[in-house]
């Protein structure tokens, strides 16, 4: 079965500074991987895929992923990290029923 | 551009009440509609889901039910609620034939008392 794995409950960065979400995924066939993010009482946005091509990904507001066969991981990653940043953080694989397994989530708390 | 709506936003309901949250997606036709459950703020469990009018698979077994009416309309129903059924739902959508990517409702917070 595919699944994500989210090791970090919680991550806490000081603004400015990098900030990485991990995430290790298990699966059958080419993985197709998404990252998605939940500020309180609100929906999931979207952040950024990957399906196949380059390593790494680009996505909404800064973020990006890389991806890493050898290793299963798809961490998420910002190289300057902002107090609005601070949410809930979500790994995801699609499987092959065409629907998404979540990770558990990370809390991300960026301080000033 | 697509949107997807959610109503009620929040929603406080004794036990052994009904419910009823609705999804509704515009600007799109045909697409793939899901309901999830958040609880505790934290991980996502999958309800149900639908490729079409009439056409819905359940995930879990449990008090709820899901309808799709329209091709753009998802019902999450229950004839009785129990405490359990507390949480934050969150009805998604994508189009058929993509590489799976969700977009998500601004979600329907429920509390059973």
């Known amino acids: 079965a595919q699944s994500v794995a989210q090791p970090e409950d919680q991550v806490n960065v000081a603004e400015g500074n990098p900030l990485t979400v991990k995430c290790t995924y298990s699966?059958?066939?080419?993985?197709?991987l998404f990252w998605y993010v939940q500020y309180p009482n609100r929906g999931l946005q979207f952040l950024l895929k990957?399906?196949?091509?380059?390593?790494l990904v680009k996505g909404s507001y800064g973020f990006e992923a890389e991806f890493n066969k050898s290793q299963t991981s798809f961490h998420l990653k910002k190289p300057s990290a902002l107090v609005s940043d601070s949410a809930l953080y979500f790994c995801?694989?699609?499987?092959?029923?065409?629907?998404?397994?979540f990770g558990a989530g990370t809390t991300v708390t960026v301080r000033a | 551009s697509q949107t997807i709506h959610q109503w009620p936003a929040t929603l406080v309901q004794p036990v052994g009440s009904p419910l009823s949250l609705e999804c509704t997606v515009e600007?799109?036709?045909?697409?793939?509609l899901y309901w999830y459950r958040q609880a505790a703020g934290r991980g996502l469990q999958l309800l149900f889901y639908?490729?079409?009018?009439?056409?819905i698979s359940s995930e879990v077994p449990q008090n709820l039910s899901a309808s799709r009416p329209q091709d753009r309309q998802f019902i999450l129903s229950s004839k009785k609620l129990l405490l359990s059924d507390s949480g934050f739902y969150l009805c998604?959508?994508?189009?058929?034939?993509?590489?799976?990517?969700?977009?998500f409702g601004e979600g329907s917070r429920l509390t059973v008392l």
């Open positions: 998604a959508w994508r189009t058929s034939g993509n590489t799976g990517e969700l977009f």
């Open positions: 699966v059958s066939g080419n993985p197709y």
């Open positions: 990957y399906i196949t091509g380059d390593n």
């Open positions: 995801a694989v699609r499987d092959p029923r065409n629907k998404l397994s």
């Open positions: 600007g799109t036709s045909n697409p793939n």
């Open positions: 639908s490729v079409g009018i009439g056409q």
